[in-house]
């Protein structure tokens, strides 16, 4: 049986913070920054820990008494040996305007447990699944579209990325390039991934708002696809609260039912941060 209190010492966090109950200490491997609003890290992954690809997790710094946790989508796949995440920096947040300093070698606390409706188990079967992201959602897709069984499940998965602007999507834009070179993934992407991205701020290929994308149809058009279809259409949505109400009414307007890990439907979403 593997001993999770012997693990929190790995990656130990400095003495005068003891790692709080039902935590994980680890080890930054990497940080790479994509904006001044946009960065993503590596952790060590316990070996106990297990998750679904989609889930989240809380995420905190081992540097008060009583740390500051907050909710992180996992964006490695649940094979990875080490844990990504993808994070907004907030001038002035509580967590974030420590976490955009970490360096490799330096700790992050993981509380145990992890969570979610992003989850494959949460859909049921149909062709195709859409991935809808605005701005840091693109997290749990990033988890999604590296595990195989998002393949063995749908003939077809399209990611489509939104951001104010082009440099907001370089973090997704890069993951969807370099599957095409994955050992383990490439193979099942390969003609089977699509992926959309655009810019609502700044000028680019592909301008406007998702929302407005699928009620125009243009989003449909564009891949030479038919609107949502409950019989043959499954739907994921991560963003902001008002982009969810929004992308929902219209992905409820096609048909399509929600689901949940307890009951499993035809779309499921999850807020990519509160407020
Ligand atoms: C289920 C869930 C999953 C999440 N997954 C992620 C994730 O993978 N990556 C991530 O960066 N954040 C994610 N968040 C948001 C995250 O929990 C924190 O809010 C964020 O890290 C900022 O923390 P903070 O303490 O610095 O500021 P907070 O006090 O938490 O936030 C301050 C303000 O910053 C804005 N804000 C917070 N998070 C974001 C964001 N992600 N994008 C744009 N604006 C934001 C909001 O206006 C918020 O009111 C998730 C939230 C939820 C509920
Ligand atoms: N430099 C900065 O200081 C800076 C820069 C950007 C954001 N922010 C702040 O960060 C927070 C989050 O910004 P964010 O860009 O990460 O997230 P966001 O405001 O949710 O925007 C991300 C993308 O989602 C789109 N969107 C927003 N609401 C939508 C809706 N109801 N339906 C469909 N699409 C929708 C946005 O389009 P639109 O562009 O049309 O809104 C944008 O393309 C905001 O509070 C913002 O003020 C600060």
């Known amino acids: 049986m593997h001993d999770v ?29 994509y904006t001044d609003r946009l960065f993503s890290f590596r952790i060590t992954r316990p070996q106990s820990f297990r998750f679904r690809s989609g889930e989240f997790v809380m995420i905190g710094l081992p540097n008060a008494a009583k740390p500051v946790f ?14 990504e995440f993808y994070s ?13 300093k970490i360096r490799p070698g330096d700790t992050v606390l993981m509380r145990q447990k992890s969570t979610g409706t992003l989850v494959l188990d949460a859909l049921t079967p ?18 999604l579209i590296r595990d195989p069984e998002t393949y063995d499940k749908f003939e077809e998965v399209v990611l489509a990325n939104t951001c104010r602007d082009v440099a907001e999507l370089a ?7 370099a ?18 991205a655009a810019t609502t701020r700044e000028a680019s290929p592909l301008m406007g708002r998702i929302t407005a994308r699928i009620a125009d149809g243009s ?19 991560c963003g902001s609260m008002e982009m969810l109400k929004d992308v929902k009414a219209l992905v409820e307007a096609a048909g399509l039912e929600e689901g949940s890990v307890a009951e499993p439907g035809q779309f499921v979403v999850e807020r990519a941060f509160v407020g």
Request: net charge negative; glycine share 8%; proline share 8%.
């Open 5 to 33: 209190a012997a693990e929190k010492v790995e990656g130990a966090a400095p003495a005068e913070f003891p790692v709080p109950a039902g935590c994980y200490a680890q080890n930054v491997v990497s940080v790479r920054h």
């Open 179 to 196: 599957l095409k070179d994955d050992p383990l993934i490439g193979e099942f992407a390969a003609g089977r991934l699509r992926y959309v």
């Open 126 to 143: 149909a062709k195709r699944l859409w991935m809808i992201a605005t701005g840091t959602g693109v997290a749990p897709f990033a988890s």
């Open 171 to 177: 973090y997704g834009n890069e993951l969807v390039a």
């Open 219 to 237: 989003l449909f058009a564009g891949l030479g696809l038919a609107p949502f279809d409950p019989t043959v259409d499954r739907v994921m949505i």
């Open 88 to 100: 907004i920096k907030v001038p002035d947040g509580p967590l974030t305007r420590h976490l955009q």
């Open 70 to 83: 907050r909710a992180y989508s996992v964006a490695s796949p649940a094979w990875d040996d080490e844990l």
